[in-house]
């Protein structure tokens, strides 16, 4: 679902985008695993594309405080 989610914020399609790493980020959230961050810096960079910098910047934060 992150790579369709990529593959969607390439193409320009913000929303189809979103969606995807929305959905993708549940299911790692829900399951667990390392790919939880990627998602998570996905969605950051996609919502910094759509001008909600503080919650792109917030997920960034985490993101890294994460590997801390």
């Known amino acids: ?13 913000m929303a ?5 790493l929305e959905e993708a ?3 790692a959230r829900r399951y667990g695993g390392p790919e939880t961050r990627v998602i998570e810096a996905n969605l950051a960079s996609l919502l910094a ?6 919650p792109a910047i917030a997920t960034l934060e ?3 405080a994460d590997e801390q």
């Open 1 to 13: 679902l992150n790579a369709v989610a990529v593959t969607y914020q390439r193409l320009g399609d």
């Open 16 to 20: 189809r985008a979103r969606q995807y």
């Open 25 to 27: 980020l549940a299911l």
């Open 49 to 54: 594309e759509f001008g909600e910098h503080g």
């Open 62 to 64: 985490r993101v890294v």
